[in-house]
C-alpha cells in the first residue's frame, strides 16, 4: 500500500534563544544560539497530523573571521554550527543526494576540502556534544554542490527549502556560511 505524501508550502528558520546545553566538563558553553529548520509534510489523509523534516543547530556567526578553512576546517569533521550536534529528525523516509535516510533521528555533520568540495555526513548517533564524532555510527555521506554568494553571510544557517509541485514531495538542504551556499536535493521516499 501506497501512502500519498505532498508538501504544505510552509518551511521555516526560527533562531530561539540560547539555551542551557550539556557540555562535556570543563568546557564552557558559546553563546550561539540554537536555530531551527522545518519542513512540514502533508499525508494528504483527511484529519491526520502533518510530518515533518526538522533541522536543530546551534548557530555561529563570522564576525569577520575567515569561514572556509578556518571556522569550517579543511580535511576534518566539522559539527555542522555550533555547540551540542546538530540534530536532524524526520518522521518520513528520504532520499538525500544518493542516501538513503530512513525516518528517525540522526546527527548531521560536514567535511569541506578545498580540492572536493562539501560532504553532508549523516551519523547514527544522537544527543552528544558537536565534537563527538564516531565514524562507526555513520550512515552515509553525500557530495553537496556549491554555489559562491555575491554578499558573505554573518550567521550559518541551515534551511530546508521545498521544491514547488510538480516535482512531488521534495526539497533542498542548504548550507549558508560567509561567500558559500552548499546544497543537496532530498525526497521522501514512496
Known amino acids: 500500500m501506497r501512502r500519498s505524501v505532498a508538501l504544505a508550502l ?22 550561539s544560539a540554537r536555530a531551527t529548520a522545518v519542513m512540514t509534510l502533508s499525508t494528504g489523509v483527511r484529519g491526520a497530523a502533518p510530518l515533518t523534516v526538522k533541522v536543530d543547530y546551534g548557530q555561529p556567526f563570522a564576525r569577520g573571521r575567515k569561514v572556509e578553512g578556518e571556522l569550517i576546517p579543511a580535511d576534518t569533521i566539522w559539527r555542522t554550527g555550533a555547540n551540542a550536534a546538530t540534530a536532524f529528525t524526520t518522521d518520513v523516509d528520504l532520499q538525500i543526494g544518493a542516501l538513503t535516510v530512513p525516518k528517525g533521528s540522526y ?24 565534537t563527538e564524532y564516531s565514524q562507526a555510527q555513520d550512515l552515509g555521506r553525500v557530495a553537496m554542490t556549491r554555489r559562491e554568494l555575491g554578499e558573505a553571510q554573518d550567521a550559518f544557517t541551515i534551511t530546508l527549502a521545498p521544491n514547488m509541485p510538480p516535482t512531488g514531495p521534495s526539497g533542498t538542504l542548504k548550507l549558508t556560511w560567509g561567500k558559500s551556499e552548499f546544497s543537496v536535493p532530498f525526497s521522501v521516499k514512496p
Do not use: D, E, F, H
Open 107 to 130: 546527527t548531521l555533520y560536514s567535511r569541506w576540502s578545498p580540492a572536493s568540495g562539501m560532504q553532508l555526513v549523516v551519523n547514527k548517533q544522537t544527543g552528544q556534544w558537536g
Open 10 to 31: 510552509v518551511a521555516a528558520v526560527v533562531a530561539t534563544p540560547a539555551r542551557a546545553q550539556q557540555a562535556p566538563a570543563g568546557l564552557r558553553v558559546a553563546p
